[in-house]
């Protein structure tokens, strides 16, 4: 890993620990939050997963559209760092843990 794709990497831990911890207090059902990226081809590679107790609470969340608020929550928080994404939908998936 290169010197810049470790500092680009140290920004998005930090930015997703925040969300993190803001999901854990905020959205029934949420777990974690992981993501991969390829740094070759950053921001666009970047893809985020959120992880969640079960099915029944990703249908939940996008029932109540709080899945919404959960992308742009993570959309903002990076771009607070300068990390901008190319398509929030495409690149935040909603999982169920496991």
């Given at each position: 890993m290169r010197k810049t794709d470790k500092k680009i990497d140290n920004k998005l831990r930090g930015v997703l620990t925040d969300v993190c911890d803001i999901a854990l207090e905020t959205i029934p059902g949420y777990q974690w939050i992981t993501h991969t990226v390829k740094y070759d081809a950053f921001p666009a590679s970047l893809q985020v997963s959120c992880g969640f107790a079960s099915a029944d609470a990703i249908e939940?969340?996008?029932?109540?559209?709080?899945?919404?608020?959960?992308?742009?929550?993570?959309?903002?928080?990076?771009?607070?760092?300068?990390?901008?994404?190319?398509?929030?939908?495409?690149?935040v998936k909603l999982v169920v843990a496991k």
């Open positions: 939940q969340l996008q029932l109540e559209q709080q899945d919404v608020v959960l992308k742009k929550l993570i959309f903002k928080k990076l771009a607070a760092v300068d990390i901008n994404l190319k398509d929030v939908n495409k690149q």
